[in-house]
Each structure stands twice: as structure tokens, then as C-alpha cells.
């Protein structure tokens, strides 16, 4: 019972934590190893303390520089080395690294206050984003105006959209379905409404969707 | 030139010496120059502005307490959050640190007064100044709206049109002088005025730890400056820097601006740390288990900290193996903060710990710093970083971080060395229900906020819709800080209490072994009625004993003469004494210093750039008008210093801290013109829209001329110093560094005019501020070396009084250096431009 509330804390349109994606899987188990590693040493820490404060005896044995050596140093680092080696690892497969033949690739152009989207064949969306499921799309992100960041929380990591850069995501939605969007680096008054909605389909219902979007006209 | 005799009568001594070091009543407190006062004052502005800081959070709080609450728009809530981050980071965290440094730094080390007092005084007087714009601003509905790292384009003229960002630009750059001149202050004072016997192995660790803050400062804060200063001249000429469609970049803000901000976080954490170190020994009944492992840590993490700032970029696509370099050094700075901790439960451990006000709430700095630095570890890593950005988790983690490294800390001192402004002992009545207020509160509004961000609540979002199913989190949040607020206010009244009704003692409550508590509490406007001799480390004294003889003119300095405000400095490292330092005397200068100052900022604020420059000149020659009368006419050599002993005035020594304090502003302002360097190359190599249509041309005649002109500067002050040492008159020399530092000035000038359109593209903007740079600083020469020509009409150079010209031809030195870099860096842009045509 505990275990279902606790889980539903974790559920929603926007939640990190209800991966639909590779890329947010990958970062959502990243997560609960640091929850419950972090877990571990703060209680263990905060157990030395009280150890330090009411049964010194132990501490005292291993002396000033043990406590300073075990717990400040190697401790610390020996967890640090394993975590970073892991992230490294992880990042490294969540790259948009070039490959044959190359992913679908969706250009996302942001701008006070308005997402849109360009598509392979030249048809364009706003705010709303169709994509197919079941494979990776790398989304070439940039801004016509101020910096804005483009995150589909349930698929994975944002990437900010930047005047005169263009920065490269790649994602992929597991299964059809239809998930939130947000603007995630603070642009202005409108930053708020900034959001987008994303449309996994079937590969045919994608290729359907994008086609009815004609040329410069379609969207909302 | 006499020495009154020297005093065995305590109440005597302490009437002679009061006489000279107190602040007048009246208009007179405004001419405050004293440490004691300052630090006060401080401290009381800056929790006013933690007030004001905390309003601004309640009303973010009710914003977006539900789906439902929003109340205002979100151009007003706008305002609303960056005022909350710039409050609290710039008008709170650091001027609280600084007032704590300035009232404590002189008594920790056994001296007066801090170095340069009248610096002091000035810095206190741009703060408030610089805050009370931003205050203002805020009022009068027009403050910053842009977020307080105020991320361009939106800051640039073309998002932000109204005065809302150049309030933020120029009134934190205002406050930041203040920052760097405490910053030069804390330095110096640390490294020269300090008890005879002190040698630098021997200093009370919270000494170590402002040194090490003050460092990371000049080092730290001219990146920022840098940016500021570059962004308003895009504002307001036009010149662009980050503007992307003129081949500027707006990655080089973020880089100058977390070049100053990751550090920023450890400037605020670590003299917490140092008064942590201070309280857990006192409370453990122990001394301070691990003084060198600890001192090497927080070096370790001064380091580490400059290598950091990119983990604030882990989003603006960086390439990744970059990024993990900077993810692992991120990781690392949990290594030197985790010997600090495990040096404090240590020192616990070999104790016999007692229990009393400030233990608690540094239980609480415990709970809620290692939580906040776990939170910091899982945002290094990078993968989890592209989620967790951005988001209300680190909204959460950055509270974690700074309330629980610093404020909680800082609450603790609060109650451990209340009785020391006091002289009035605490009771445990409401400090105890206030501090489960606050500690609660603070849990309740923060812990689930992580699971907010990780929902994927954004940040400085006005409001959101029911769907996103983040009401009853920000409802817990909200109800949190309100119970947070009342801990606060409880604690408010709990200081009240106690200043005016606490129970009155006699000298140090805690039987601390510091040097701060061989004093009288509340502490006389001259600290030490004689220095003390320091034998042993000065956390292992007798402070009772101590401080009654010292009291007694036992010590060093136990009199008066010549009215002087008397203290000591020693060798830096061996502690060995080697001046005596003479303070100014009370004095409204500064408060004129600090509103010419004030003028010439609201003038560029309100855009009146020609009266700006008349601002500018009241502004240094109130400046200048602060050596008038210092120093002296005629040589007095070696004078008695008490115990037998005998040292020269300062003024005729080679290094005295007013030297050492030109060495450290060089090295900030050293700082500020590399970032510009590293700006004019990131650019190069970065931004969109390179290369430029041309490359500027520089010529070859202007270029030579001035290099010649900036080393004949520098040769005028190497030999006007070089005469005087001889016993001849400088004057000719000096003359000489004059004329080249106009002539200098003028090269540097037409050479920037001969940029066609600076405005067209950032290669020429840039190098147009490079010239206009180098032409500043030679514009400084020319000052310093008029000054020597008029100290010397004056009477005040000797053979042995030539403090004013080696200050000098430190500085000459300094700008003929960095402007030949400048011409050449010109040169060389100028040449990677056209090759790359």
C-alpha cells in the first residue's frame, strides 16, 4: 500500500521518474542507485556522528587521522570513482554520435514563446511535436531569440536552444502515446506556457500525421 | 615625539586609548572607521536585506502554492524570484560573511583594527548605496527580471529595453566593490597585522579560512565584474559581446558568469566552515583535531572550485568527454569537504562534547549540509544533471547547499559569539522552539522538492495547471516556509531578548581559548588594551588570564603617543614583529568617497554619461584626498613598542600592508583583464558569425609609439624610486612617467578610433575595449605618478619615506605590461582574423 503511494508520488505527465525512453530510463536508474547509495551514507555518516558523541570509544581507537583518512578520503573517493566511471559510461551511450544510416533527424526551433517543428520533407508543426516510436530521432535544437532549453521529461535529458548554436539530442519514445513538453531555461514573461505536446505514433501513423502538416502551413 | 608613561592602571589606559579609538556620538558615527562598529553594522544591514530576501521567497511561496494561487503576473513574478536570488546571494550571503570577518579578523588575531580601516568604511558605504538602488528599483516596480544569473539575450537591450537589468548590472557591481575591497582588506590584514608571535602555523583556523575566502575573491569576482561591465556597454553603446548576430556569443556570459559564480558557493560556505571549526572545539572541550589536514582541504577546495563552473553548462552542448572532466572534478570537492567533516566528528570524538545552543543548530548544519552536498554528487553526474537541470531539484539542492552551509552555521555563531556584542550571556528560552521551527520548515519546504524537479517541475515557472500533479507537493512546500518564517521571526525576538535583557557576565562564557574572548565583552573600540604576545597556537590560550593582563598594558603597545591609533604587523610567515602600523583616524572621507561614487553610478544608471565623467572625477579625487596628511614630514625611525622592543612607522618600511594591498589589487585586476583576454579569444574561436568582414588594422607607427611610451612610463617610476633611494629629488623621473602615460593614454585612444564601427561586430568591439582598457589603466599611472610629484612638493618622500613611489612603480610596472599585452593581443586577433579570410 505504502509501495503503490509511493510509487503514484512518482507518476505523472512530466515525470523523469515514468520513463518512456531509453535516454530517461538511463537516467531515472542513475537516480535510484544515487537515492539509495545516498540514503546509505547519510545514515552511516550521521551514525559516526552519534557514535562521536555518545559511544567515542571505537573512534577514539582508530584515532585523528584514521577517522580523517578512512571516512574524508578514501571513502569518499572510492564511491566517487565508481559513480563517475558509470555516468561517463552512460552518457557516452546516450550521445548523439554519428551513425549509418543516420537517425530521423527533427530540427526544433525555439522562440519567444512558440516551439516549432521542421520535419525531413520541409512540413512544420507548432508546439506540437510528432515523432515515431520505436526508433531514435536526433533533434537539432536552436533559438531565433533567447536561450530556451528543450526537455520531453518522460523521454530523456534536456538540451538548451541557443541563438546561433545548434545543439543535438537524440531520443526515442518506447511505445505510441503522448507525452508532455516544456521549455526548461527561463525566457521571458512567456516562459510559462512555453510548452509543447509530443505524438509517438506507428511508423505509418507518424509518416500520415507529418504529411497532413503540408509545407510552412500546418500545426495548431 | 613622546611616550606617555606607560600605564599600570588599567581604567587609565583604557580611558587614553578610548579617547582615540572611539567613534563620535552624533553626525560623528557617520565618520565610523572602526572595525567593532562596521563589522555591526554589517552584519545588521545584511540581515535586513535577509528580510527583505525572505519576503520575496514567502510571496514566490504563495505564487505558486497550488494551481490556484497565483497572484500576480508573470512579468511581477519575474522580478519577483531574481530579486529573491540576487538579494540573497549578493546583499546578504557575502556582506553577512564580511561583516563577521571585519568585526572578528582584528580580535582573532591579536590586533586593533584591520589594515586599512577608511577601506572598510567605503566598502560598507557602496554597499548599502548599491543595495538600496536595487531596493529602489524593486519598489518603484522596475527591478531585475532576467533571473539572477541573468543569462543574455534576455538581459540584452533587445529583450530587456527597460532600466530592469542595468539596475542589476550596475548596482551588483557597485555592491562587489565592496566585496573586493574587504576581499584586499581580509588579505592583508591575515598576512601582516597580526600579534607578535603569530607566525602563520599558530593563527586561529578561522583566519586561515578567510584568507583562503578573500583569495578565491580576487580571483573570483573580476570575471563577473568583467561580464557586467561588458554587457552594459552592449546595453548602452551598443557594443556587442553576446549578441549572436554580431559575432558575439551569449556562452561567453555563462562562462564569465559561473567563472565567478561556482566559486561564489565556496566564498559563502567556507567562513561558515571556519566558524564551525571555531564552535566544535570550544564544545567538544578539545582542541581542533587535524589544523593542517584542514587547512589543506580548504586550499584543496579553493582550488577545485575555479575548475568547476561548467557544471552549470552541462546542458549548452559541451562535448561530453569536457563535461566528464568536469563532472569528476565535481565529484572531487566532496573529498576535501568530507576531511573537514570527518576532522570535526573527530574532534568531537576525542572530546568530552557539552551541549548548549549553538550545538544545536550546528546539528542541524550537519543534517541539512550533507544532504545538500549527496544532492550535489548525484548533479555532477551528467546523464542525471540533463534531467534534474533546471528543475526544481536543483532548486532544492542549491538551498540544501547554502542554507545549510551557510545560514544554519552562521545561526550557531549568531548565538556563540552573541555574547561577545553583548557582553550578555544566552538563555535557551526561544532559541530552542526557533530552531525546530526553521529546521522543520526548512526539511518540510525543501526534501520534496527534489521530487517536484524530478515530476519536472521547472524552474521560475509562474504557474501551472492541476494536470501536472504538483499541488500538494508546493502546498507541503509552502506551508514549510511559512513555518520556516516564523522560526526566523521567533529568532528575531530571541536576538531582541537577549541584547536587551540578557544576563550580564563577566568574560568568556564558553571557556573559549581563542584570542577573540581575552578581551572585555562588549568589546572596547580598540580591542587589546596591549597586544599579545602568541607563544603556542593561539587556540590553546588562557583566554581569562590573558585578557586581564592584557588589559593591564602588560603587552605590546600598552600606551599611548602622539595621538596615534597604534598597532602592530609581523613577518608573514615567522610572525616576528616588523611595523608599527598607524591607522587613520576617524573620518567622514569615505562616506564622501562612497557618494561620489554612488553619483557616478546613478549616472550611468539614468544614462548621463557626460556628468557621469565629472561623478567620476569627484569620485577619485575624493579618493586621493585620503593621503592627505598621511604619513609624515620628517624621519622618526625605530620607535618602542613595549616588551623592550622597537619597530619603524610603517610608512618608513619597504613593504608595508598598503603595498601588499596594490600587489593583491594588481593580481584582481590582473584577474579582470585576463577574463577580457579569454573573452576576446572564447569569442574567436566559439561564436556564430566569425570572421568578420575585416580584420582591424592597428597601423604600425601608433603600436611602437606606444610601446615605447608605456616602457618609458615604467622607467620614469623605476627611476624616481631609484633617485629618492640615492637621496636625490624624483621629480624629473616622475615628470617623465607623467608625459609617457599621457602620451601612452593618447596612442591607445586614437588607436581605438581608428576602429571604424566598433558597434558592427564583436572582433572590433572587443578590440576597441582592449585599447580603451589599457588606456584606463595607464590613465591610473598618470595619477599615481602626479601623486608622487605632489607628496613630494608636500614634504612626505625621503630616503627612507618612499612608500608612494614604490606603490606607484608597482603599478607603473603593471600597466606597462598588460598594456604591451593589450596592443599585441590586438595585433594578434587582428592577425588569426585576416588568416582566417
Redesign the interface.
Same mark, same amino acid.
Given at each position: 500500500m505504502a509501495c503503490t503511494l509511493f510509487l503514484a =508520488?512518482?507518476?505523472? *505527465? $512530466?515525470?523523469? /521518474?515514468e520513463p518512456e525512453g531509453p535516454? #530517461?530510463r538511463?537516467?531515472?536508474t542513475?537516480?535510484w542507485v544515487?537515492f539509495y547509495g545516498?540514503a546509505a551514507?547519510?545514515v552511516a555518516?550521521?551514525a559516526?556522528?552519534a557514535?562521536?558523541?555518545f559511544r567515542?570509544a571505537p573512534?577514539?581507537r582508530l584515532g585523528?587521522?584514521g577517522?580523517?583518512r578512512w571516512? =574524508?578520503?578514501f571513502? *569518499? $573517493?572510492s564511491n /566517487?570513482v565508481l559513480?563517475?566511471i558509470a #555516468?561517463?559510461v552512460?552518457?557516452?551511450r546516450?550521445?548523439a554520435t554519428p551513425r549509418d544510416p543516420a537517425p530521423l533527424r527533427i530540427e526544433a526551433v525555439a522562440r519567444?514563446w512558440q516551439w516549432e517543428f521542421r520535419y525531413p520533407d520541409g512540413e512544420t508543426s507548432f508546439d506540437r511535436l510528432h515523432m515515431p516510436a520505436g526508433r531514435d530521432v536526433d533533434f537539432a535544437v536552436t533559438s531565433e531569440?533567447?536561450?530556451h532549453?528543450f526537455?520531453i521529461?518522460r523521454l530523456?535529458?534536456?538540451?538548451?536552444a541557443?541563438?546561433?548554436?545548434e545543439?543535438v539530442v537524440r531520443l526515442r519514445a518506447d511505445r505510441p502515446g503522448t507525452f508532455?513538453g516544456?521549455?526548461?531555461?527561463?525566457?521571458?514573461?512567456?516562459?510559462?506556457v512555453m510548452t509543447f505536446t509530443v505524438e509517438a505514433h506507428e511508423e505509418e501513423d507518424f509518416l500520415a500525421s507529418v504529411d497532413e502538416l503540408g509545407n510552412g502551413e500546418g500545426g495548431q | 615625539m613622546s611616550i606617555e608613561q606607560a600605564s599600570p592602571n588599567p581604567i587609565r589606559l583604557h580611558k587614553e586609548l578610548a579617547a582615540l579609538w572611539d567613534t563620535p556620538a552624533g553626525w560623528g558615527r557617520l565618520s565610523a572607521v572602526n572595525h567593532t562598529v562596521l563589522g555591526k553594522r554589517f552584519i545588521v544591514a545584511a540581515f535586513v536585506f535577509f528580510a527583505i530576501g525572505g519576503l520575496l521567497a514567502m510571496l514566490i511561496r504563495v505564487q505558486i502554492a497550488t494551481s490556484q494561487t497565483a497572484f500576480v503576473g508573470p512579468e511581477i513574478y519575474g522580478q519577483i524570484f531574481t530579486m529573491h536570488g540576487t538579494v540573497m546571494m549578493f546583499l546578504f550571503a557575502i556582506p553577512m560573511f564580511e561583516g563577521f570577518a571585519i568585526y572578528l579578523l582584528p580580535k582573532l588575531l591579536g590586533a586593533r583594527d584591520l589594515a586599512f580601516p577608511r577601506l572598510t568604511a567605503y566598502g560598507f558605504w557602496c554597499y548599502i548605496f548599491g543595495g538600496s538602488i536595487l531596493i529602489c528599483a524593486m519598489l518603484a516596480g522596475v527591478a531585475p527580471d532576467s533571473g539572477w544569473f541573468m543569462y543574455t539575450p534576455l538581459s540584452s537591450s533587445t529583450y530587456t529595453p527597460g532600466i530592469n537589468a542595468d539596475v542589476w548590472l550596475l548596482g551588483i557591481t557597485f555592491v562587489e566593490i565592496s566585496a573586493l575591497a574587504a576581499a584586499v582588506e581580509i588579505v592583508v590584514t591575515v598576512l601582516k597585522v597580526r600579534a607578535p608571535g603569530m607566525s602563520i602555523d599558530r593563527m586561529p583556523i578561522m583566519a586561515w579560512y578567510l584568507l583562503i575566502t578573500a583569495l578565491m575573491m580576487l580571483f573570483g569576482f573580476p570575471p563577473l565584474i568583467l561580464g557586467s561591465i561588458l554587457l552594459e556597454l552592449e546595453r548602452a553603446f551598443g557594443l556587442p559581446f553576446f549578441d549572436p548576430t554580431r559575432g558575439g556569443d551569449s556562452l561567453l556570459w555563462q562562462h564569465l558568469f559561473w567563472l565567478f559564480g561556482h566559486p561564489e558557493v565556496y566564498i559563502i560556505f567556507l567562513p561558515a566552515a571556519g566558524a564551525v571549526s571555531m564552535m566544535i572545539p570550544t564544545f567538544a572541550r578539545h582542541e581542533l583535531v587535524g589544523y593542517r589536514a584542514i587547512i589543506v582541504a580548504v586550499i584543496a577546495v579553493a582550488f577545485l572550485s575555479f575548475g568547476l563552473w561548467v557544471h552549470h553548462m552541462f546542458t549548452v552542448g559541451i562535448p561530453h568527454l569536457a563535461l566528464a572532466f568536469f563532472s569528476a572534478a565535481s565529484g572531487l570537492v566532496a573529498v576535501p569537504t568530507a576531511v573537514q567533516i570527518f576532522a570535526w566528528i573527530a574532534t568531537l570524538a576525542q572530546g568530552r562534547p557539552r551541549y548548549d545552543v549553538p550545538m544545536l543548530y550546528l546539528g542541524g548544519f550537519f543534517f541539512v549540509f550533507v544532504l545538500g552536498g549527496l544532492t550535489g554528487v548525484m548533479l555532477a553526474m551528467v546523464p542525471f544533471n540533463w534531467q534534474a537541470h533546471d528543475t526544481h531539484f536543483v532548486v532544492a539542492h542549491l538551498h540544501y547547499v547554502l542554507v545549510g552551509g551557510f545560514v544554519f552555521p552562521m545561526m550557531a555563531a549568531a548565538y556563540y559569539w552573541l555574547p561577545h556584542f553583548t557582553g550578555r550571556v544566552s538563555d535557551h528560552r526561544l532559541s530552542v522552539p526557533a530552531f525546530w521551527l526553521i529546521f522543520g520548515g526548512f526539511n518540510l519546504t525543501f526534501f520534496l522538492m527534489h521530487l517536484t524537479g524530478l515530476l519536472g517541475m521547472p524552474r521560475r515557472v509562474a504557474f501551472y495547471p492541476v494536470e501536472a500533479g504538483w499541488d500538494w507537493l508546493n502546498l507541503i512546500s509552502s506551508v514549510g516556509s511559512f513555518l520556516m518564517t516564523i522560526g526566523f521571526a521567533l529568532f528575531v525576538v530571541d536576538l531582541v531578548v537577549q541584547v536587551r535583557f540578557g544576563k550580564a557576565f563577566r568574560r568568556n562564557p564558553w571557556n573559549a581559548r581563542t584570542p577573540e574572548w581575552a578581551m572585555p565583552t562588549p568589546p572596547t573600540s580598540y580591542a587589546f588594551g596591549s597586544l599579545p604576545h602568541i607563544e603556542d597556537r593561539a587556540d590553546r590560550l588562557d583566554a581569562d588570564k590573558l585578557g586581564a593582563e592584557l588589559a593591564g598594558g602588560s603587552g605590546y603597545l600598552g600606551f599611548t603617543r602622539n595621538g596615534w591609533l597604534e598597532t602592530l604587523t609581523v613577518d608573514m610567515t615567522s610572525g616576528r614583529p616588523d611595523q608599527l602600523l598607524v591607522l587613520p583616524n576617524q573620518t567622514f572621507k569615505p562616506l564622501w568617497s562612497g557618494l561620489a561614487t554612488g553619483a557616478f553610478v546613478l549616472c550611468l544608471l539614468f544614462k548621463f554619461y557626460w556628468l557621469s565623467l565629472a561623478a567620476l572625477a569627484l569620485a577619485v579625487a575624493s579618493l586621493l584626498a585620503w593621503t592627505q596628511g598621511m604619513g609624515a614630514r620628517e624621519d622618526v625611525g625605530a620607535l618602542p613598542i613595549g616588551r623592550g622592543e622597537v619597530a619603524a612607522p610603517h610608512w618608513e618600511t619597504e613593504r608595508p600592508p598598503s603595498w601588499w594591498a596594490m600587489v593583491f589589487c594588481i593580481a584582481a585586476e590582473g584577474t579582470l583583464f585576463a577574463s577580457l583576454l579569454f573573452g576576446a579569444l572564447f569569442l574567436w574561436l566559439v561564436a556564430p558569425g566569425w570572421p568578420p568582414p575585416d580584420a582591424v588594422s592597428p597601423g604600425t607607427i601608433l603600436p611602437v609609439l606606444c610601446l615605447v611610451a608605456l616602457g618609458s612610463a615604467a622607467l620614469g617610476g623605476r627611476g624616481a624610486l631609484a633617485a629618492l633611494t640615492a637621496g636625490n629629488s624624483p621629480s624629473v623621473w616622475l615628470m617623465l612617467a607623467c608625459a609617457s602615460h599621457l602620451a601612452a593614454i593618447v596612442l591607445l585612444a586614437s588607436m581605438a578610433a581608428g576602429i571604424d564601427d566598433p558597434t558592427a561586430h564583436a572582433h572590433y568591439a572587443t578590440a576597441f575595449v582592449t585599447l580603451i582598457y589599457a588606456a584606463v589603466r595607464s590613465g591610473l599611472g598618470l595619477i599615481f605618478a602626479g601623486h608622487g610629484l605632489w607628496r613630494e612638493r608636500g614634504g612626505y618622500l625621503s630616503q627612507a619615506r618612499s612608500l608612494d613611489l614604490r606603490i606607484g612603480k608597482l603599478w607603473h610596472d603593471y600597466s606597462a605590461v598588460t598594456g604591451a599585452i593589450a596592443v599585441l593581443a590586438v595585433f594578434a586577433t587582428a592577425w588569426l582574423v585576416g588568416s582566417a579570410r
Open positions: =508520488g512518482c507518476s505523472g *505527465p $512530466l515525470s523523469a /521518474l535516454s #530517461a538511463g537516467a531515472a542513475l537516480w544515487m545516498s551514507i547519510f555518516v550521521s559516526v556522528l557514535m562521536a558523541l567515542p573512534l577514539r585523528p587521522e577517522m580523517i571516512g =574524508g578520503i571513502f *569518499p $573517493l /566517487l559513480l563517475v #555516468a561517463f552512460l552518457g557516452e546516450l550521445l519567444q531569440d533567447v536561450i532549453s526537455w521529461p530523456g535529458g534536456k538540451i538548451d541557443i541563438p546561433g548554436h545543439n508532455g516544456v521549455c526548461a531555461e527561463f525566457c521571458g514573461p512567456g516562459h510559462t | -
